[in-house]
């Protein structure tokens, strides 16, 4: 937790980083980011567990976050202790999530969906879990 005066991510911290899979708490408590760049991280992306966690001043998440990241099964505590973020949209393309227990802070009064991939191993896990995070689940 060396990041709490961190405010932003640049957009292209991992442009060079093209074979990294591994992006567990890679932002784990830090508590001033505001927002996430499009297209942050490389396409052969596949584990963000407690990735965002504890980014208490995160309010928005762009909807393409994992849009090219195919190989993704690991989303477990992904936003969790992020009490800021509000309503959101997010894309998810990987077929292969297995594991979201606490991707996101339950609340009432926002809209969030996740657009997953129908007949998939990510729809039944985000399915499981749509009440408990309150979100809308949408399968494509």
Sequence with gaps: QLCNSLTSIPYNLFSENYYGENF???FYGCRSITSI???LFPTLA???????????????VP?????SNYSVYNLEYLFDGCYSLGDFTLYIDSSNVDSAYGF?????????????????????????????????????
């Design 104 to 140: 996101v802070p339950y609340k009432s009064d926002v809209d969030r969906t996740v657009y997953v991939p129908a007949n998939s191993t990510t729809a039944d896990t985000f399915n499981d879990y749509a009440e408990e995070f309150g979100i809308t689940v949408v399968e494509v």
């Design 63 to 67: 909807s393409d976050l994992f849009s």
């Design 46 to 60: 596949q584990n963000f567990s407690g990735c965002f966690n504890g980014c208490t001043s995160l309010t928005t």
């Design 24 to 26: 567990e708490e890679c």
């Design 37 to 39: 760049p499009s297209g």
